[in-house]
Protein backbone atom coordinates (compact mmCIF):
# COMPACT_ATOMS: atom_id res chain seq x y z
CA UNK A 1 0.00 0.00 0.00
CA UNK A 2 3.07 2.25 0.40
CA UNK A 3 4.05 2.90 -3.07
CA UNK A 4 0.46 2.94 -3.86
CA UNK A 5 -0.13 5.74 -1.40
CA UNK A 6 2.86 7.70 -2.87
CA UNK A 7 1.11 7.11 -6.47
CA UNK A 8 -2.06 8.84 -5.69
CA UNK A 9 -1.08 11.47 -3.36
CA UNK A 10 1.41 12.51 -6.42
CA UNK A 11 -1.71 12.14 -8.81
CA UNK A 12 -3.36 14.23 -6.44
CA UNK A 13 -0.94 16.99 -6.17
CA UNK A 14 -0.64 17.23 -9.70
CA UNK A 15 -4.56 17.37 -10.65
CA UNK A 16 -5.84 19.24 -7.63
CA UNK A 17 -6.65 23.21 -7.30
CA UNK A 18 -4.53 25.40 -5.66
CA UNK A 19 -1.03 23.11 -6.32
CA UNK A 20 0.34 24.93 -8.82
CA UNK A 21 2.48 27.59 -7.17
CA UNK A 22 3.65 24.93 -4.51
CA UNK A 23 2.25 27.37 -1.64
CA UNK A 24 0.73 25.61 1.29
CA UNK A 25 -0.88 28.66 3.21
CA UNK A 26 -3.68 28.90 5.56
CA UNK A 27 -5.76 30.78 2.76
CA UNK A 28 -4.70 27.74 0.11
CA UNK A 29 -5.83 25.21 2.50
CA UNK A 30 -9.40 26.97 2.94
CA UNK A 31 -9.96 27.35 -0.42
CA UNK A 32 -8.90 23.86 -1.29
CA UNK A 33 -10.95 22.20 1.34
CA UNK A 34 -13.95 24.46 -0.08
CA UNK A 35 -13.44 23.55 -3.82
CA UNK A 36 -13.73 19.94 -2.35
CA UNK A 37 -16.50 20.41 -0.30
CA UNK A 38 -18.60 21.74 -3.23
CA UNK A 39 -16.92 18.48 -5.41
CA UNK A 40 -18.55 16.07 -2.86
CA UNK A 41 -21.53 16.79 -3.33
CA UNK A 42 -21.46 15.43 -6.74
CA UNK A 43 -20.60 12.37 -5.98
CA UNK A 44 -23.44 9.73 -6.12
CA UNK A 45 -21.92 6.78 -4.83
CA UNK A 46 -21.06 5.57 -1.21
CA UNK A 47 -23.28 8.49 0.04
CA UNK A 48 -23.61 8.29 3.75
CA UNK A 49 -19.56 7.82 3.93
CA UNK A 50 -19.16 10.79 1.68
CA UNK A 51 -22.01 12.71 3.88
CA UNK A 52 -19.63 11.71 7.06
CA UNK A 53 -15.97 13.02 5.21
CA UNK A 54 -18.09 16.23 4.21
CA UNK A 55 -18.89 16.95 7.57
CA UNK A 56 -15.37 16.92 8.59
CA UNK A 57 -14.75 19.09 5.87
CA UNK A 58 -17.17 21.41 7.11
CA UNK A 59 -15.61 21.32 11.00
CA UNK A 60 -12.12 21.44 9.57
CA UNK A 61 -12.90 24.46 6.75
CA UNK A 62 -14.84 26.48 9.75
CA UNK A 63 -12.22 25.93 11.89
CA UNK A 64 -9.57 27.36 9.50
CA UNK A 65 -11.51 30.55 8.26
CA UNK A 66 -11.46 31.41 12.09
CA UNK A 67 -7.67 30.86 12.48
CA UNK A 68 -7.18 33.01 9.55
CA UNK A 69 -9.24 35.50 10.59
CA UNK A 70 -8.09 36.08 14.02
CA UNK A 71 -4.93 37.75 14.93
CA UNK A 72 -3.18 34.55 15.88
CA UNK A 73 -3.32 33.00 12.16
CA UNK A 74 0.21 32.16 11.73
CA UNK A 75 0.77 31.26 15.11
CA UNK A 76 3.57 28.26 14.77
CA UNK A 77 1.10 25.46 16.09
CA UNK A 78 -1.08 26.30 12.97
CA UNK A 79 2.30 26.26 11.03
CA UNK A 80 3.01 22.80 11.91
CA UNK A 81 -0.46 21.32 11.21
CA UNK A 82 -1.67 23.07 8.07
CA UNK A 83 1.03 21.46 5.52
CA UNK A 84 -0.14 18.02 7.09
CA UNK A 85 -3.75 18.84 6.29
CA UNK A 86 -2.71 19.81 2.92
CA UNK A 87 -1.89 16.44 2.12
CA UNK A 88 -4.72 14.50 3.49
CA UNK A 89 -7.33 17.40 2.08
CA UNK A 90 -5.20 16.22 -1.40
CA UNK A 91 -5.63 12.44 -0.86
CA UNK A 92 -9.02 12.93 -0.56
CA UNK A 93 -9.72 14.94 -3.65
CA UNK A 94 -8.41 12.07 -5.55
CA UNK A 95 -10.47 9.82 -4.11
CA UNK A 96 -13.52 12.27 -4.20
CA UNK A 97 -12.28 12.75 -8.44
CA UNK A 98 -12.47 8.80 -8.92
CA UNK A 99 -15.88 8.64 -7.50
CA UNK A 100 -17.11 11.24 -9.67
CA UNK A 101 -15.85 9.31 -12.72
CA UNK A 102 -16.29 5.95 -10.76
CA UNK A 103 -13.27 5.10 -12.05
CA UNK A 104 -12.10 3.07 -8.86
CA UNK A 105 -10.61 0.02 -9.18
CA UNK A 106 -13.44 -2.24 -6.47
CA UNK A 107 -15.75 -1.17 -4.29
CA UNK A 108 -14.46 -2.69 -1.12
CA UNK A 109 -10.91 -0.31 -1.79
CA UNK A 110 -12.65 2.28 -1.78
CA UNK A 111 -14.64 1.76 1.23
CA UNK A 112 -11.45 0.96 2.75
CA UNK A 113 -9.70 4.47 1.45
CA UNK A 114 -12.83 6.33 2.23
CA UNK A 115 -12.59 5.02 6.39
CA UNK A 116 -8.89 5.90 6.35
CA UNK A 117 -9.68 8.87 5.01
CA UNK A 118 -12.12 9.90 7.47
CA UNK A 119 -9.85 9.00 10.61
CA UNK A 120 -7.39 11.28 9.04
CA UNK A 121 -9.56 14.12 9.07
CA UNK A 122 -10.83 13.10 12.60
CA UNK A 123 -7.48 13.45 13.43
CA UNK A 124 -6.96 17.22 11.99
CA UNK A 125 -10.12 18.03 13.98
CA UNK A 126 -9.50 16.99 17.09
CA UNK A 127 -5.73 18.75 16.83
CA UNK A 128 -7.05 21.93 16.03
CA UNK A 129 -9.46 21.60 18.73
CA UNK A 130 -7.08 21.31 21.40
CA UNK A 131 -4.70 23.92 19.51
CA UNK A 132 -8.22 25.98 20.00
CA UNK A 133 -8.29 25.19 23.56
CA UNK A 134 -5.27 27.37 24.63
CA UNK A 135 -7.60 30.39 23.45
CA UNK A 136 -5.07 31.64 21.30
CA UNK A 137 -7.78 33.13 19.02
CA UNK A 138 -8.81 36.37 19.12
CA UNK A 139 -11.06 38.61 17.00
CA UNK A 140 -10.69 40.49 14.28
CA UNK A 141 -13.30 40.66 11.76
CA UNK A 142 -17.29 40.90 13.10
CA UNK A 143 -18.26 38.10 10.87
CA UNK A 144 -16.28 36.06 8.16
CA UNK A 145 -19.02 33.66 7.25
CA UNK A 146 -22.40 35.69 6.19
CA UNK A 147 -25.68 33.99 7.13
CA UNK A 148 -27.40 32.13 4.55
CA UNK A 149 -30.63 33.63 3.12
CA UNK A 150 -33.72 33.16 3.24
CA UNK A 151 -34.95 29.75 1.89
CA UNK A 152 -31.16 28.31 2.12
CA UNK A 153 -30.05 24.82 1.20
CA UNK A 154 -29.35 22.98 4.43
CA UNK A 155 -25.66 22.23 3.61
CA UNK A 156 -25.47 26.41 3.37
CA UNK A 157 -27.32 26.04 6.78
CA UNK A 158 -24.98 23.54 8.51
CA UNK A 159 -21.92 25.36 7.23
CA UNK A 160 -22.89 28.59 9.17
CA UNK A 161 -23.66 26.65 12.26
CA UNK A 162 -20.59 25.39 11.92
CA UNK A 163 -18.40 28.32 11.78
CA UNK A 164 -20.46 29.58 14.64
CA UNK A 165 -20.05 26.51 16.58
CA UNK A 166 -16.21 26.65 15.73
CA UNK A 167 -16.08 30.43 17.44
CA UNK A 168 -17.90 28.89 20.43
CA UNK A 169 -15.48 27.15 21.14
CA UNK A 170 -11.95 28.65 19.86
CA UNK A 171 -12.77 32.36 20.09
CA UNK A 172 -11.92 34.95 22.82
CA UNK A 173 -14.79 36.15 24.91
CA UNK A 174 -15.94 38.51 22.44
CA UNK A 175 -15.89 36.14 19.23
CA UNK A 176 -18.14 33.65 21.74
CA UNK A 177 -20.33 36.59 22.66
CA UNK A 178 -21.31 37.32 18.99
CA UNK A 179 -21.12 33.87 17.98
CA UNK A 180 -23.97 32.87 20.36
CA UNK A 181 -25.93 36.30 19.60
CA UNK A 182 -25.69 35.28 15.66
CA UNK A 183 -26.91 31.83 16.71
CA UNK A 184 -29.97 33.26 19.33
CA UNK A 185 -31.44 35.36 16.27
CA UNK A 186 -31.50 32.85 13.15
CA UNK A 187 -32.88 30.40 15.86
CA UNK A 188 -35.49 33.04 16.78
CA UNK A 189 -35.67 33.54 12.87
CA UNK A 190 -36.15 30.02 11.45
CA UNK A 191 -36.99 27.20 13.17
CA UNK A 192 -35.27 24.90 10.45
CA UNK A 193 -31.76 26.07 12.21
CA UNK A 194 -33.29 24.26 15.46
CA UNK A 195 -32.79 21.04 13.86
CA UNK A 196 -29.42 21.65 11.69
CA UNK A 197 -28.14 22.62 15.74
CA UNK A 198 -29.31 19.35 16.72
CA UNK A 199 -27.67 17.53 14.28
CA UNK A 200 -24.29 19.29 14.82
CA UNK A 201 -22.49 17.61 16.28
CA UNK A 202 -21.53 18.89 19.86
CA UNK A 203 -23.10 22.09 19.64
CA UNK A 204 -25.76 21.23 22.31
CA UNK A 205 -22.90 20.13 24.60
CA UNK A 206 -21.29 23.72 24.22
CA UNK A 207 -24.62 25.37 25.03
CA UNK A 208 -24.98 23.32 28.11
CA UNK A 209 -20.87 24.09 29.20
CA UNK A 210 -21.67 28.43 28.48
CA UNK A 211 -24.78 28.20 31.17
CA UNK A 212 -21.64 27.63 33.53
CA UNK A 213 -19.73 30.25 32.33
CA UNK A 214 -18.55 32.89 34.31
CA UNK A 215 -19.61 35.71 32.40
CA UNK A 216 -23.05 36.96 33.11
CA UNK A 217 -23.93 37.30 29.10
CA UNK A 218 -22.52 34.44 27.62
CA UNK A 219 -25.10 32.48 30.30
CA UNK A 220 -27.97 34.66 29.89
CA UNK A 221 -28.04 34.14 25.57
CA UNK A 222 -26.84 30.22 26.24
CA UNK A 223 -30.25 29.93 28.36
CA UNK A 224 -32.43 31.63 25.40
CA UNK A 225 -31.22 29.45 22.70
CA UNK A 226 -31.56 26.16 24.82
CA UNK A 227 -35.07 27.87 25.77
CA UNK A 228 -35.89 27.86 22.15
CA UNK A 229 -34.81 24.27 21.76
CA UNK A 230 -36.75 23.41 24.55
CA UNK A 231 -39.41 24.38 23.18
CA UNK A 232 -39.64 21.63 20.40
CA UNK A 233 -40.92 18.34 21.73
CA UNK A 234 -38.50 15.79 19.11
CA UNK A 235 -35.49 17.31 21.08
CA UNK A 236 -35.77 17.47 24.54
CA UNK A 237 -34.26 14.25 24.68
CA UNK A 238 -31.22 15.69 22.97
CA UNK A 239 -30.86 18.29 25.87
CA UNK A 240 -31.26 15.96 28.38
CA UNK A 241 -28.87 13.88 26.97
CA UNK A 242 -26.45 16.56 27.28
CA UNK A 243 -26.63 17.22 31.09
CA UNK A 244 -28.98 20.14 30.74
CA UNK A 245 -30.86 20.18 33.64
CA UNK A 246 -27.90 20.52 36.08
CA UNK A 247 -26.70 24.00 34.98
CA UNK A 248 -30.18 25.36 34.13
CA UNK A 249 -30.97 24.81 38.22
CA UNK A 250 -27.39 26.48 38.70
CA UNK A 251 -28.44 29.14 36.95
CA UNK A 252 -31.79 29.68 38.53
CA UNK A 253 -29.66 29.19 42.05
CA UNK A 254 -27.37 32.18 41.24
CA UNK A 255 -27.60 34.12 37.97
CA UNK A 256 -28.79 37.10 37.00
CA UNK A 257 -32.47 37.93 37.08
CA UNK A 258 -32.54 37.63 33.07
CA UNK A 259 -30.86 34.73 33.24
CA UNK A 260 -33.32 32.68 35.96
CA UNK A 261 -36.01 33.76 33.89
CA UNK A 262 -34.84 31.77 30.83
CA UNK A 263 -33.44 28.71 33.00
CA UNK A 264 -37.46 28.41 34.60
CA UNK A 265 -38.84 29.17 30.84
CA UNK A 266 -36.67 26.42 29.88
CA UNK A 267 -37.43 24.17 32.83
CA UNK A 268 -40.97 24.98 32.52
CA UNK A 269 -41.03 23.15 28.69
CA UNK A 270 -38.58 20.61 29.67
CA UNK A 271 -41.22 19.13 32.74
CA UNK A 272 -44.12 19.70 30.60
CA UNK A 273 -45.41 15.68 30.46
CA UNK A 274 -43.45 15.08 33.75
CA UNK A 275 -40.94 12.85 32.31
CA UNK A 276 -37.97 14.72 33.77
CA UNK A 277 -39.17 15.84 37.10
CA UNK A 278 -37.08 13.32 39.14
CA UNK A 279 -33.96 14.86 37.53
CA UNK A 280 -35.19 18.51 38.07
CA UNK A 281 -35.63 17.71 42.08
CA UNK A 282 -32.32 15.39 42.40
CA UNK A 283 -30.39 18.65 41.08
CA UNK A 284 -32.53 20.66 44.07
CA UNK A 285 -34.75 22.48 41.52
CA UNK A 286 -37.87 22.11 44.13
CA UNK A 287 -36.09 24.29 46.60
CA UNK A 288 -34.65 26.92 43.89
CA UNK A 289 -38.32 27.23 42.63
CA UNK A 290 -39.78 27.45 45.82
CA UNK A 291 -36.99 29.66 47.69
CA UNK A 292 -38.02 32.27 44.18
CA UNK A 293 -41.31 31.64 44.74
CA UNK A 294 -41.13 33.40 47.98
CA UNK A 295 -39.02 36.34 47.45
CA UNK A 296 -40.94 38.98 48.32
CA UNK A 297 -39.75 41.36 45.01
CA UNK A 298 -39.02 39.02 42.80
CA UNK A 299 -41.05 40.02 39.07
CA UNK A 300 -43.74 38.26 37.62
CA UNK A 301 -41.62 37.38 34.75
CA UNK A 302 -39.95 35.07 36.89
CA UNK A 303 -42.32 34.19 39.12
CA UNK A 304 -44.48 32.87 36.61
CA UNK A 305 -42.83 30.29 34.60
CA UNK A 306 -40.98 29.46 38.48
CA UNK A 307 -45.31 28.65 39.38
CA UNK A 308 -44.78 27.04 35.99
CA UNK A 309 -42.53 24.39 36.43
CA UNK A 310 -43.62 23.19 40.17
CA UNK A 311 -47.15 22.82 38.31
CA UNK A 312 -45.90 20.66 35.91
CA UNK A 313 -43.94 18.27 39.02
CA UNK A 314 -46.78 17.91 41.78
CA UNK A 315 -48.04 15.30 39.31
CA UNK A 316 -45.22 12.85 41.07
CA UNK A 317 -46.60 11.99 44.84
CA UNK A 318 -43.17 12.33 46.46
CA UNK A 319 -41.98 15.78 44.64
CA UNK A 320 -45.73 17.21 46.11
CA UNK A 321 -45.58 15.61 49.22
CA UNK A 322 -41.79 17.65 49.69
CA UNK A 323 -43.47 20.83 47.81
CA UNK A 324 -45.95 20.25 50.93
CA UNK A 325 -43.07 20.04 53.71
CA UNK A 326 -40.87 22.80 52.65
CA UNK A 327 -44.03 25.29 52.82
CA UNK A 328 -45.37 25.91 49.44
CA UNK A 329 -49.07 25.76 50.45
CA UNK A 330 -48.75 29.00 52.28
CA UNK A 331 -46.17 30.14 50.06
CA UNK A 332 -48.22 30.31 47.12
CA UNK A 333 -51.66 31.44 49.05
CA UNK A 334 -49.82 34.60 49.42
CA UNK A 335 -49.19 34.93 45.80
CA UNK A 336 -52.87 34.36 45.33
CA UNK A 337 -52.91 38.21 46.85
CA UNK A 338 -50.65 39.51 45.04
CA UNK A 339 -51.11 42.87 42.61
CA UNK A 340 -50.12 40.88 39.36
CA UNK A 341 -52.67 38.84 37.29
CA UNK A 342 -49.94 36.51 35.81
CA UNK A 343 -49.45 35.62 39.78
CA UNK A 344 -53.00 35.57 40.45
CA UNK A 345 -53.81 33.04 37.64
CA UNK A 346 -50.51 31.20 38.02
CA UNK A 347 -50.52 30.66 41.90
CA UNK A 348 -54.26 29.70 41.47
CA UNK A 349 -54.05 26.81 39.23
CA UNK A 350 -50.80 25.55 41.08
CA UNK A 351 -53.06 25.38 44.37
CA UNK A 352 -55.86 23.97 42.31
CA UNK A 353 -53.06 20.78 40.75
CA UNK A 354 -51.54 20.25 44.40
CA UNK A 355 -54.69 20.25 46.02
CA UNK A 356 -56.98 17.82 43.17
CA UNK A 357 -57.92 14.37 44.50
CA UNK A 358 -56.01 15.09 48.10
CA UNK A 359 -58.15 15.70 50.59
CA UNK A 360 -55.47 16.16 53.38
CA UNK A 361 -54.49 19.16 51.23
CA UNK A 362 -57.74 20.59 50.61
CA UNK A 363 -58.20 20.60 54.00
CA UNK A 364 -54.69 22.27 54.40
CA UNK A 365 -55.95 25.27 51.73
CA UNK A 366 -58.68 25.90 53.73
CA UNK A 367 -57.09 26.19 56.76
CA UNK A 368 -54.64 28.57 56.23
CA UNK A 369 -56.98 30.83 54.43
CA UNK A 370 -56.70 29.36 50.56
CA UNK A 371 -60.31 29.78 50.13
CA UNK A 372 -60.71 32.93 51.85
CA UNK A 373 -58.24 34.89 49.14
CA UNK A 374 -60.21 33.24 46.18
CA UNK A 375 -63.47 34.57 47.64
CA UNK A 376 -62.12 37.67 47.83
CA UNK A 377 -60.92 37.74 44.61
CA UNK A 378 -64.97 36.97 43.54
CA UNK A 379 -65.93 39.91 45.68
CA UNK A 380 -67.82 42.62 43.67
CA UNK A 381 -66.22 45.59 45.08
CA UNK A 382 -62.63 44.47 44.73
CA UNK A 383 -61.32 45.18 41.12
CA UNK A 384 -60.31 41.98 39.55
CA UNK A 385 -60.01 40.79 35.71
CA UNK A 386 -62.59 38.39 34.79
CA UNK A 387 -60.27 35.86 33.70
CA UNK A 388 -59.06 35.94 37.31
CA UNK A 389 -62.48 35.68 38.77
CA UNK A 390 -63.09 32.79 36.61
CA UNK A 391 -60.00 30.83 37.50
CA UNK A 392 -60.81 31.43 40.98
CA UNK A 393 -64.29 29.90 40.73
CA UNK A 394 -63.34 27.00 38.93
CA UNK A 395 -60.84 26.96 41.99
CA UNK A 396 -63.02 26.98 44.58
CA UNK A 397 -65.53 24.45 43.23
CA UNK A 398 -62.51 21.96 42.72
CA UNK A 399 -60.77 22.15 46.28
CA UNK A 400 -64.44 22.41 47.91
CA UNK A 401 -67.26 20.38 46.36
CA UNK A 402 -65.73 16.26 46.76
CA UNK A 403 -65.92 17.15 50.57
CA UNK A 404 -69.06 18.20 52.33
CA UNK A 405 -67.32 19.36 55.61
CA UNK A 406 -65.70 21.91 52.98
CA UNK A 407 -68.88 22.72 51.44
CA UNK A 408 -70.03 23.80 54.72
CA UNK A 409 -67.35 26.15 55.22
CA UNK A 410 -67.68 27.77 51.91
CA UNK A 411 -71.42 28.54 52.99
CA UNK A 412 -70.10 29.77 56.16
CA UNK A 413 -68.21 32.15 53.92
CA UNK A 414 -70.65 33.94 52.42
CA UNK A 415 -69.93 32.16 48.87
CA UNK A 416 -73.78 32.01 47.60
CA UNK A 417 -74.33 35.98 48.04
CA UNK A 418 -71.08 36.22 45.97
CA UNK A 419 -72.58 33.11 43.61
CA UNK A 420 -75.78 34.52 42.67
CA UNK A 421 -74.12 38.14 42.03
CA UNK A 422 -72.42 36.58 39.10
CA UNK A 423 -75.52 34.95 37.65
CA UNK A 424 -77.70 38.22 38.20
CA UNK A 425 -74.82 40.91 36.78
CA UNK A 426 -71.71 38.84 35.72
CA UNK A 427 -70.49 38.60 32.06
CA UNK A 428 -71.68 36.18 29.54
CA UNK A 429 -68.70 33.96 30.24
CA UNK A 430 -68.58 34.39 33.93
CA UNK A 431 -72.47 34.37 33.96
CA UNK A 432 -72.68 30.65 32.67
CA UNK A 433 -69.55 29.67 34.70
CA UNK A 434 -71.58 30.58 37.63
CA UNK A 435 -74.53 29.09 36.84
CA UNK A 436 -72.22 26.03 35.70
CA UNK A 437 -71.36 25.90 39.56
CA UNK A 438 -74.38 26.60 41.29
CA UNK A 439 -75.88 23.21 39.52
CA UNK A 440 -73.02 21.50 40.68
CA UNK A 441 -73.21 22.49 44.19
CA UNK A 442 -77.50 22.15 44.40
CA UNK A 443 -76.13 18.66 44.00
CA UNK A 444 -73.62 18.18 46.67
CA UNK A 445 -75.70 18.65 50.02
CA UNK A 446 -79.15 18.73 51.39
CA UNK A 447 -77.39 21.67 53.38
CA UNK A 448 -76.37 23.56 50.31
CA UNK A 449 -79.92 22.89 48.55
CA UNK A 450 -81.60 24.84 51.72
CA UNK A 451 -79.13 28.09 51.61
CA UNK A 452 -79.61 28.20 47.70
CA UNK A 453 -83.52 28.43 48.09
CA UNK A 454 -83.02 30.67 51.11
CA UNK A 455 -79.96 32.96 49.31
CA UNK A 456 -82.67 33.46 46.02
CA UNK A 457 -81.36 31.02 43.42
CA UNK A 458 -84.77 29.86 42.07
CA UNK A 459 -86.10 33.17 40.46
CA UNK A 460 -82.73 33.20 38.52
CA UNK A 461 -82.75 29.81 37.70
CA UNK A 462 -86.58 30.05 36.15
CA UNK A 463 -85.07 33.18 34.06
CA UNK A 464 -82.64 30.92 32.22
CA UNK A 465 -85.17 28.12 31.31
CA UNK A 466 -86.08 30.51 28.73
CA UNK A 467 -82.16 30.79 27.82
CA UNK A 468 -81.53 30.60 24.05
CA UNK A 469 -78.39 27.69 25.14
CA UNK A 470 -80.40 24.00 25.38
CA UNK A 471 -77.38 23.53 28.17
CA UNK A 472 -78.40 26.62 30.07
CA UNK A 473 -81.62 25.81 29.66
CA UNK A 474 -81.32 22.07 30.44
CA UNK A 475 -78.55 23.12 33.51
CA UNK A 476 -80.98 25.28 35.01
CA UNK A 477 -84.30 22.75 34.81
CA UNK A 478 -82.16 20.22 36.82
CA UNK A 479 -80.72 22.32 39.30
CA UNK A 480 -84.69 23.63 40.05
CA UNK A 481 -85.53 19.94 39.99
CA UNK A 482 -82.81 19.46 43.09
CA UNK A 483 -83.74 22.43 44.61
CA UNK A 484 -87.57 21.79 44.87
CA UNK A 485 -87.18 18.78 46.51
CA UNK A 486 -86.75 20.86 50.05
CA UNK A 487 -90.10 21.33 51.21
CA UNK A 488 -88.89 24.85 51.86
CA UNK A 489 -88.20 25.60 48.77
CA UNK A 490 -91.17 24.27 47.08
CA UNK A 491 -93.53 26.43 49.32
CA UNK A 492 -91.45 29.58 48.28
CA UNK A 493 -91.56 28.58 44.72
CA UNK A 494 -95.23 28.20 44.95
CA UNK A 495 -95.79 31.65 46.19
CA UNK A 496 -95.07 32.89 42.70
CA UNK A 497 -98.30 32.07 40.59
CA UNK A 498 -96.54 32.46 37.26
CA UNK A 499 -93.60 29.63 38.06
CA UNK A 500 -96.16 27.24 37.62
CA UNK A 501 -97.86 28.53 34.36
CA UNK A 502 -94.41 29.30 33.20
CA UNK A 503 -93.35 25.59 33.68
CA UNK A 504 -96.49 24.36 31.82
CA UNK A 505 -96.22 26.66 28.69
CA UNK A 506 -92.92 25.42 28.26
CA UNK A 507 -93.77 21.87 27.75
CA UNK A 508 -95.95 22.98 24.83
CA UNK A 509 -95.58 19.87 22.20
CA UNK A 510 -96.38 22.32 19.20
CA UNK A 511 -93.61 25.04 19.62
CA UNK A 512 -90.55 22.78 20.51
CA UNK A 513 -89.50 22.45 24.15
CA UNK A 514 -86.67 25.00 25.24
CA UNK A 515 -85.84 23.37 28.15
CA UNK A 516 -85.79 19.83 29.14
CA UNK A 517 -89.11 17.95 29.27
CA UNK A 518 -87.73 15.48 31.56
CA UNK A 519 -86.43 17.68 34.44
CA UNK A 520 -89.44 20.01 34.09
CA UNK A 521 -91.92 17.45 34.64
CA UNK A 522 -89.61 16.46 37.90
CA UNK A 523 -90.36 19.72 38.95
CA UNK A 524 -94.08 19.40 38.73
CA UNK A 525 -94.39 16.00 40.24
CA UNK A 526 -92.07 17.62 43.08
CA UNK A 527 -94.88 20.13 43.42
CA UNK A 528 -98.09 18.18 43.54
CA UNK A 529 -97.10 16.89 47.14
CA UNK A 530 -97.84 20.69 48.03
CA UNK A 531 -102.24 21.37 47.74
CA UNK A 532 -101.45 24.77 46.79
CA UNK A 533 -99.19 23.68 43.59
CA UNK A 534 -101.61 20.67 42.96
CA UNK A 535 -104.80 23.28 42.53
CA UNK A 536 -102.33 26.01 40.20
CA UNK A 537 -101.09 22.84 38.29
CA UNK A 538 -104.52 21.99 38.04
CA UNK A 539 -106.85 25.09 37.23
CA UNK A 540 -104.20 26.53 34.82
CA UNK A 541 -104.83 26.89 31.36
CA UNK A 542 -101.82 25.25 30.20
CA UNK A 543 -102.62 21.94 32.04
CA UNK A 544 -103.73 20.45 28.01
CA UNK A 545 -99.24 20.22 27.28
CA UNK A 546 -99.45 17.53 30.20
CA UNK A 547 -102.12 15.93 28.98
CA UNK A 548 -101.03 15.98 25.34
CA UNK A 549 -97.67 14.60 26.33
CA UNK A 550 -99.25 11.71 28.42
CA UNK A 551 -100.91 10.75 25.10
CA UNK A 552 -98.06 10.76 23.29
CA UNK A 553 -96.72 8.20 25.47
CA UNK A 554 -94.19 10.49 27.61
CA UNK A 555 -93.60 8.38 30.34
CA UNK A 556 -93.32 11.35 33.21
CA UNK A 557 -95.99 13.54 31.55
CA UNK A 558 -98.86 10.45 32.66
CA UNK A 559 -96.73 9.83 35.76
CA UNK A 560 -97.74 13.57 36.69
CA UNK A 561 -101.20 12.90 35.18
CA UNK A 562 -101.87 10.16 37.42
CA UNK A 563 -100.61 11.61 40.72
CA UNK A 564 -103.04 15.17 39.56
CA UNK A 565 -106.06 12.34 39.09
CA UNK A 566 -104.98 10.44 42.37
CA UNK A 567 -104.99 13.21 44.57
CA UNK A 568 -108.03 14.72 42.94
CA UNK A 569 -110.33 11.96 43.98
CA UNK A 570 -108.56 11.46 47.14
CA UNK A 571 -110.08 15.02 47.54
CA UNK A 572 -113.73 14.64 46.58
CA UNK A 573 -113.46 10.99 49.00
CA UNK A 574 -112.41 13.54 52.00
CA UNK A 575 -115.64 15.80 51.27
CA UNK A 576 -117.82 12.81 50.87
CA UNK A 577 -117.15 11.65 54.65
CA UNK A 578 -116.83 15.43 56.22
CA UNK A 579 -120.32 15.97 54.41
Known amino acids: MGNEDGVRESKAQENSPGTSTGCSSLRQVIEFIFSLISLS ?76 IYAKLDRHVRKLSDIYTTGILTQRYALVVSRPGLGACKDDMRFYIRDLLTRMKVGDLVMKKQALVNLYEVVVDDEKYVKVIVEVNDIVNVLANFLDSPEMEIREVSVKVVSVIAGFHCYKGVLIGAGIIAPLIRVLECGSDLGKEGAARCLQKLTENSDNAWSVSAHGGVTALLKICATDDCKAELVVPACGVLRNLVGVEEIKRFMVEEGAISTFIKLVKSKDEAIQVNSIEYIQ ?162 GNKKFLISILISLTSCNSARKKIASSGYLKNIEKLAEAEVSDAKRLVRKLNTNRFRSMLSGIWHS
Request: glycine share 6%.
Open 41 to 116: QSIRVFAAKWQVIRQKLEELHSGLITADNSESGENPLFSALVPVILVTVHECYDLARRCVDLSYSGKLLMQSDLDV
Open 353 to 514: NIASGDELIRQMVIREGGIRALLRILDPKWSYSSKTREIALRAIENICFPSISSISTLLNYGFLDQLLYYIRNGEVLIQELALKVAFRLCGTSEEAKKAMGDTGFMPELIKFLNAKSFEVREMAAEALSGLVLVPKNRKKFVQDDRNIGLLLQLLDPDEGNP
